[in-house]
């Protein structure tokens, strides 16, 4: 899901338009064998940075050879930011879709799948703060979890999905978009060349690993996504100030800041954690 997406859900959700959820409400829904896989035809499932790192751990690839072989990329029209989603055959069902309806990769299953039937929509406000409103999706006709006696609460359906780590993990992704989009407005100067570059940022931790000398023993998974994305939002703000835009476009006194050492900076988060006082 865009940011976009995010935002006119978040909206419906305050309009009434979309019933909000909170915690404690509950609901029927387990998966039913009958329709088991139904849901993975046609269903366009966008992926976060964190997705495509534990889905390629799962199978033991890279984030490189998993977007090769099982997704496609997509650019955001307005921001230009690059988007990755799960590849169907044909426009036929999931790529991990097995025969009886079964998930391939159940266990590291995209947050999105996870979650299902329940959505989540953020939103990031100017003063820093986020809101987060959930909600049930719209019920899809072939879908027959809904009959199902089985009650949860909306606390507890998160908890055995696993969901709140995956939304972690997804909100500093959307927070670095959202920042990328309005404060360095991307859509002024991001291009194909810039969205390539960044691209082991997003998907590729074992490129700049071994770019860096990186082990896992140095910088656990979890850890190591953190310095990426803290690197990124380093990096974008520098090229966007040499465009033009963004809080370092111009030093208050109208100079120019100087870019010179800004790769040296960016290795420095990715090795350590912070930029180099
Ligand atoms: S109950 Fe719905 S979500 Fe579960 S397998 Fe069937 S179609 Fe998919
Ligand atoms: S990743 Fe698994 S659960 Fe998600 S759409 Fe594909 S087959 Fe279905």
Same mark, same amino acid.
């Given at each position: 899901?865009?940011?976009?997406?995010?935002?006119?859900?978040?909206?419906?959700? $305050?309009?009434?338009?979309?019933?909000?959820?909170? @915690?404690?409400?509950?609901?029927?829904?387990?998966?039913?064998?009958?329709?088991?896989?139904?849901?993975? !035809?046609?269903?366009?499932?966008?992926?976060?940075? /964190?997705?495509?790192?534990?889905?390629?751990?799962?199978?033991?690839?890279?984030?490189?050879?998993?977007?090769? !072989?099982?997704?496609?990329?997509?650019?955001?029209?307005?921001?230009? &930011?690059?988007?990755?989603?799960?590849?169907?055959?044909? !426009?036929?069902?999931?790529?991990?879709?097995?025969?009886?309806?079964?998930?391939?990769?159940?266990?590291?299953?995209?947050?999105?799948?996870?979650?299902?039937?329940?959505?989540?929509?953020?939103?990031?406000?100017?003063?820093?703060?986020?809101?987060?409103?959930?909600?049930?999706?719209?019920?899809? !006709?072939?879908?027959?979890?809904?009959?199902?006696?089985?009650?949860?609460?909306?606390?507890? /359906?998160?908890?055995?999905?696993?969901?709140?780590?995956?939304?972690?993990?997804?909100?500093?992704?959307? $927070?670095?978009?959202?920042?990328?989009?309005?404060?360095?407005?991307?859509?002024? &100067?991001?291009?194909?060349?810039?969205?390539? @570059?960044?691209?082991?940022? #997003?998907?590729?931790?074992?490129?700049?690993?071994?770019? #860096?000398?990186?082990?896992?023993?140095?910088?656990?998974?979890?850890?190591?996504?953190?310095?990426?994305?803290?690197? #990124?939002?380093?990096?974008?703000?520098?090229?966007?100030?040499?465009?033009?835009?963004?809080?370092?476009?111009?030093?208050?006194?109208?100079?120019?800041?100087?870019?010179?050492?800004?790769?040296?900076?960016?290795?420095?988060?990715?090795?350590?954690?912070?930029?180099?006082?």
């Amino acid at each position: 899901m865009t940011l976009k997406m995010h935002r006119d859900l978040v909206d419906r959700l $305050e309009s009434g338009e979309t019933a909000e959820m909170g @915690m404690e409400d509950s609901f029927n829904f387990a998966c039913d064998d009958r329709c088991m896989g139904r849901c993975c !035809n046609t269903i366009k499932i966008v992926l976060d940075p /964190w997705d495509v790192e534990s889905m390629a751990r799962h199978l033991g690839i890279t984030g490189r050879e998993f977007i090769e !072989n099982f997704c496609a990329l997509e650019d955001d029209p307005q921001s230009r &930011w690059p988007y990755v989603k799960l590849s169907h055959v044909e !426009n036929g069902p999931c790529v991990f879709l097995m025969e009886g309806g079964k998930c391939r990769i159940y266990p590291a299953r995209s947050r999105n799948c996870r979650t299902y039937p329940v959505g989540r929509a953020v939103r990031f406000n100017e003063d820093g703060t986020k809101e987060e409103k959930y909600f049930l999706v719209e019920k899809q !006709n072939f879908c027959l979890g809904h009959g199902s006696s089985c009650r949860r609460t909306l606390r507890e /359906w998160l908890e055995d999905s696993d969901a709140p780590a995956y939304y972690r993990r997804s909100d500093q992704y959307f $927070e670095l978009i959202h920042y990328v989009n309005t404060v360095l407005q991307a859509g002024r &100067w991001l291009n194909s060349r810039i969205a390539r @570059m960044i691209m082991p940022f #997003l998907y590729g931790p074992e490129v700049l690993r071994a770019k #860096l000398g990186i082990p896992e023993g140095e910088a656990g998974h979890e850890e190591f996504y953190e310095r990426r994305i803290k690197a #990124l939002k380093v990096l974008l703000t520098e090229l966007a100030a040499g465009f033009g835009f963004g809080p370092l476009a111009k030093v208050p006194d109208g100079e120019e800041v100087e870019d010179a050492g800004i790769m040296d900076r960016v290795g420095e988060i990715l090795l350590k954690g912070e930029e180099p006082r």
